[in-house]
């Protein structure tokens, strides 16, 4: 099942890795502000996530500048991945991360919403209607190449009252480690 443009997003209850974010578990309606959200599907080892930390982190300041949440959920297999384990994720997490870091180690929510890369981007307007998905930009692995800000684009298109001009990009990364 994959959420599209448009639907409802499905509910999550995960476990944080990001202590200093406050809250041990975050449901969806933990995660929006007055303005949406966004979610990122991620994971510490994606070298495309690797590469984007920066901008990422980047992103959910802006994000939380102008009224909406920001939230990364790690889907990987912990068993296959073991840099993606919840004991990593807490230690990336204490290395400066400003947002929370969910843990899906069922991997319910990612088949929920239909994640198949990371990272990959979510932005969900007041509602929790998705009206963006996709990447980031066009160069997650080097920032001075990026020609494109669509994420950007759609946050800055919801702030001013209007739809984003381009609604779902194709993410460019690694895909969710299945179980």
């Given at each position: 099942m994959t959420i599209q443009?448009?639907?409802?997003?499905?509910?999550?209850?995960?476990?944080?890795?990001?202590?200093?974010?406050?809250k041990e578990v975050l449901t969806l309606s933990d995660s929006m502000n007055e303005n949406g959200c966004v979610i990122v599907f991620e994971c510490n080892h994606c070298p495309y996530v690797v590469a984007s930390v920066d901008r990422i982190n980047a992103m959910s300041e802006y994000c939380r500048e102008r009224g909406f949440g920001f939230v990364g959920i790690n889907s990987n297999d912990p068993v296959n991945y073991p840099a993606d384990s919840f004991e990593n994720m807490v230690k990336r997490a204490e290395s400066g991360m400003p947002y929370p870091y969910l843990h899906d180690p069922t991997q319910v929510t990612a088949t929920a919403w239909g994640a198949e890369r990371t990272p990959e981007f979510f932005l969900l307007d007041s509602e929790g209607v998705v009206v963006y998905r996709g990447r980031m930009d066009d160069s997650p692995r080097d920032p001075t190449q990026a020609t494109t800000s669509e994420l950007k684009d759609a946050v800055d298109a919801l702030i001013s009252g209007a739809s984003p001009a381009v609604t779902s990009t194709v993410s460019i990364g690694c895909s969710v480690k299945w179980k």
């Amino acid at each position: 099942m994959t959420i599209q443009v448009g639907d409802k997003a499905p509910n999550y209850s995960l476990k944080n890795s990001n202590a200093s974010e406050g809250k041990e578990v975050l449901t969806l309606s933990d995660s929006m502000n007055e303005n949406g959200c966004v979610i990122v599907f991620e994971c510490n080892h994606c070298p495309y996530v690797v590469a984007s930390v920066d901008r990422i982190n980047a992103m959910s300041e802006y994000c939380r500048e102008r009224g909406f949440g920001f939230v990364g959920i790690n889907s990987n297999d912990p068993v296959n991945y073991p840099a993606d384990s919840f004991e990593n994720m807490v230690k990336r997490a204490e290395s400066g991360m400003p947002y929370p870091y969910l843990h899906d180690p069922t991997q319910v929510t990612a088949t929920a919403w239909g994640a198949e890369r990371t990272p990959e981007f979510f932005l969900l307007d007041s509602e929790g209607v998705v009206v963006y998905r996709g990447r980031m930009d066009d160069s997650p692995r080097d920032p001075t190449q990026a020609t494109t800000s669509e994420l950007k684009d759609a946050v800055d298109a919801l702030i001013s009252g209007a739809s984003p001009a381009v609604t779902s990009t194709v993410s460019i990364g690694c895909s969710v480690k299945w179980k």
